[in-house]
């Protein structure tokens, strides 16, 4: 999709956020808290849960390239109105030059999250997780009489 | 042409509480142009439970207006 990014004469140009106070207790794996601008995210994470009847030493190592889900392209939006050649043109009004927020509470934030008191342009975010439980084939009964 | 017209009219909040943020997932207080989140979870069909939800209690505010009523 092709995009203009227009803004009207009475407008502010970039709007400033003011947050009174942010109160976190939990923050994991990779997640990202900011205040202030940031051009582009990529946040990723992928994981393997692997519940085996064998240990681990005895049963081999474990490798994400051996599931697909780790390797499987992202799912991608066609849009139509691109292979048209359509152009959408954005226009922005910013009324007010700031964004206020009087206090943020959050207990808990996940891995590869972002929390951010500010601009961006672009992000990405990523998670890509697997449980497996592995256990072995069971063994078929003898027919009777054997 | 495609024309989509934003007006921000002024933007003022009080508090905001969150119990939980989970993974590839934001919390922005600001502009951005452009955003993507991706999630894909697999697990074995055996530890996907398909019935009724247990039901929850109800919250204690609830509760004393459940009864006043």
């Known amino acids: 999709m092709t995009r203009m990014n227009e803004q009207s004469e009475h407008s502010y140009p970039v709007r400033t956020a003011n947050i009174g106070s942010i109160c976190m207790i939990s923050v994991s794996q990779a997640g990202c808290v900011q205040i202030g601008d940031r051009a582009v995210t990529n946040a990723k994470q992928i994981g393997v849960a692997l519940q085996r009847q064998e240990d681990h030493p005895g049963a081999g190592d474990v490798f994400f390239e051996m599931y697909p889900l780790f390797y499987r392209p992202l799912p991608y939006f066609d849009d139509p109105g691109d292979d048209n050649g359509q152009v959408v043109s954005l226009h922005r009004t910013n009324c007010a030059p700031n964004i206020t927020v009087g206090h943020i509470q959050v207990i808990a934030a996940g891995a590869a999250s972002s929390i951010q008191a500010g601009n961006g342009m672009c992000l990405t975010g990523e998670s890509r997780i697997k449980n497996v439980r592995q256990y072995p084939r069971p063994k078929p009964y003898p027919p009777i009489g054997c | ?69």
């Open chain 2, 1 to 69: 042409m495609f024309n989509f017209s934003v007006i921000n009219h002024q933007l003022s909040v009080g508090q905001i509480e969150i119990l939980g943020i989970s993974s590839a997932s934001m919390l922005q207080v600001g502009d951005t142009d452009t955003v993507s989140l991706y999630s894909m979870f697999d697990t074995p069909p055996e530890s996907v439970i398909v019935g009724p939800m247990a039901p929850l209690p109800m919250p204690e505010e609830a509760e004393d207006i459940s009864s006043d009523g």
